[in-house]
């Protein structure tokens, strides 16, 4: 790899200060470090939506931009943009599925959030269509990745969102027949390289791994197997955990360790050289559920199937307070400053006061549901400045003070 091409790649994966440019945020971690999140959270604005959807939304400048599914078979994708100010519609664009369209009902085919380079968005949806915009939604390229790989197959619909990381984006396509991660070219959307992987459903997205601030990123793929760390611009392997993981809930890296839902949690700090990582802690007692970690604060925080958020110290594992919150939860937990937010299916937002020796519940915020279609919240928010972003199958909100 070239001195030319590291300098791209670090600077590529630098998102502009408020932008939430991919599933989890600017670093797949759930957290906003120049964010601000109230205490009592209000409505500022909504938006309908013209379809189904949990994918989170995305934030790039002044720029929202949501992805859906419609149609009675959701044949018809949707990627849309508003205006982060006040919810206008700046633009929208349609095209049509070319894969298959099945999903379990409870999800749909807009499951995996789109992401940005800043320059373009890249939107994938569960039948494994794939297309690039810029940011005034203008049409790049699409690919219909079902065309190449006709055996995937996966009847409760894939869920794994991509990652851009400097001249490749990264999609993860994992299921029981013909499973796979590509590298695409983000000017082409072609393959730069093919890795095969375990025919096995795997829902979790992939994430960026830095040994320091200043080295190279890679691309650090989950399955049931373990994790694998990739050098994005060529495909190559460059490390492996083999200790196993989810295949539902993703891990989240900070300081050259990764938090991986692996036996419990396992923090571990990869070596060099195809060497074993380096196993930090273990701690078998805190459950990941479906949920992905957050990290902030020092602390782990996970949310089990109970309801339960769970704390470990992040340099020893040591379990720390729990507080039980509203469930169930389907949606990850965000969080910025010394505040925690978590949204349960039914709707209801809970902000945490961290900075304690305890965990604090300080507000709530009930958002106005359909009853009559049994509307859920599955998509995890999204920060950016004193804003959280949230959306459903019919609506997108803006929350604040």
Sequence with gaps: MTAQTLAALALSFTAVAGDWPQFRGPNSSGVAADATMAAQPKIQWSV?????????????????????????KQERLHLICFNAADGAKVWERQLRATGRTMSHPKTSIAACTPCSDGRRVFALWSCNDVAAFDLD?????????????????????????????????????????????????????????????PKAANWTSPIVWRANA??????????????TGIDPASGSKLWEYTDGASTTSS??????????????FTAFRPKGSGAAPEQLWRQKAISPATIS????????????????????????????????????????????????????????????DISGAEGVLTGQLQLP??????????????????????RTDSTLWRLGE
Excluded at 48 to 70: E, H, N
Excluded at 137 to 146: A, I, V
Excluded at 305 to 314: M, P, Y
Aim: charged share 15%; net charge neutral.
């Design 369 to 390: 549901l359909k009853e009559e279609t049994k509307e859920m919240i599955l998509s995890t928010p999204s920060l950016s400045g004193a804003h959280v972003f949230v």
């Design 214 to 227: 200043e080295a190279a990123p890679v691309v650090v793929i989950q399955g049931s197997k373990g994790l």
């Design 137 to 197: 939604g203008n049409l790049l390229w699409t690919r219909g990745l079902t065309t190449d790989y006709p055996n995937v197959s996966n009847s409760l619909g894939m869920a794994s969102s991509p990652l851009v990381i400097g001249e490749t984006l990264v999609t993860m396509v994992e299921n029981d027949s013909e499973s796979y991660t590509l590298g695409l070219d983000v000017k082409t959307g072609c393959n730069l390289w093919k890795l095969d992987r």
């Design 293 to 352: 970690p957050l990290l902030l604060g020092g602390k782990l925080f996970s949310i089990n199937n109970a309801g339960v958020i769970a704390t470990a110290d992040l340099k020893t594992g040591e379990p720390g307070w729990k507080l039980r919150l509203t469930g169930p939860f389907s949606a990850s937990p965000v969080g910025a400053g010394q505040r925690l937010l978590a949204v349960n299916e039914k709707g209801l937002m809970q902000v945490v």
């Design 251 to 264: 891990s989240t890296a900070i300081g050259g360790v990764i938090y991986a839902p692996s036996n419990g």
């Design 48 to 72: 309908s939506l013209p379809g189904r959807g949990l994918a989170s939304p995305i934030i790039v400048g002044t720029k929202v931009f949501v992805s859906c599914s419609s149609g009675p």
